[in-house]
T-cell receptor
Framework: AQTVTQSQPEMSVQEAETVTLSCTYD???????LFWYKQPPSRQMILVIR??????QNATENRFSVNFQKAAKSFSLKISDSQLGDTAMYFC??????????????FGTGTRLTIIP | NAGVMQNPRHLVRRRGQEARLRCSPM?????VYWYRQLPEEGLKFMVY????????ESGMPKERFSAEFPKEGPSILRIQQVVRGDSAAYFC???????????????FGSGTRLTVV
């Protein structure tokens, strides 16, 4: 069974600074997908960024980028120029790529990120 | 496009009552996933349904919980004889695909917070 571990329950950073959230996972699959989701106080789950394991290039989306280390099974999220609106819970998630169409996600326990004005 | 609609947003039930949670997927989406989020935890997969079929219910508790996705109408997660431990946020996500591009089009609703008193 796949597991996802987020070892930082809480983090805080000054506005405009850069912050990195850690995530490790365990799987025996060779191909899979990794995700970072943001959950603000509204409770809505918002996809931040997605990485396909067979792609060596790290995914980027504007101020968000990942450091994907497949051999180490590590998938960290870097937020540059942090903004107050980035304050939220952040969840790392995993999905198998060949599960007969089943896209169920395995989530970590989350990191509560606070951006300080 | 109204997105994935979940209702009610908040639901309070007394111990022993039944809870019915509804999820209307996005237009054109025929795949629905239900997740449960206990306080201060990540989301945990419960069940994956396609129209009129349960595909994967490996995360569903063996008793009191059931789910359906009829040909017409929303998907329903039903919890019979609720207990305090059922208090959680319940999310559904819908997808138009059967795993062809994981995460692409996968959209979460805003969740139903169930409180059992």
């Amino acid at each position: 069974a796949q597991t996802v571990t987020q070892s930082q329950p809480e983090m805080s950073v000054q506005e405009a600074e850069t912050v990195t959230l850690s995530c490790t996972y365990d799987t025996s699959e060779s191909n899979y997908y990794l995700f970072w989701y943001k959950q603000p106080p509204s409770r809505q789950m918002i996809l931040v960024i997605r990485q396909e394991a067979y792609k060596q290039q790290n995914a980027t989306e504007n101020r968000f980028s990942v450091n994907f280390q497949k051999a180490a099974k590590s998938f960290s999220l870097k937020i540059s120029d942090s903004q107050l609106g980035d304050t939220a819970m952040y969840f790392c998630a995993f999905s198998e790529s060949s599960n007969f169409g089943n896209e169920k996600l395995t989530f970590g326990t989350g990191t509560r990120l606070t951006i300080i004005p | 496009n109204a997105g994935v609609m979940q209702n009610p947003r908040h639901l309070v039930r007394r111990r022993g009552q039944e809870a019915r949670l509804r999820c209307s997927p996005m237009k054109g989406h025929s795949h629905v996933y239900w997740y449960r989020q206990l306080p201060e935890e990540g989301l945990k997969f419960m069940v994956y349904l396609q129209k009129e079929n349960i595909i994967d219910e490996s995360g569903m508790p063996k008793e009191r919980f059931s789910a359906e996705f009829p040909k017409e109408g929303p998907s329903i997660l039903r919890i019979q004889q609720v207990v305090r431990g059922d208090s959680a946020a319940y999310f559904c996500a819908s997808s138009p695909y059967a795993g062809t591009v994981a995460g692409n089009g996968y959209t979460f609703g805003s969740g139903t917070r169930l409180t059992v008193v």
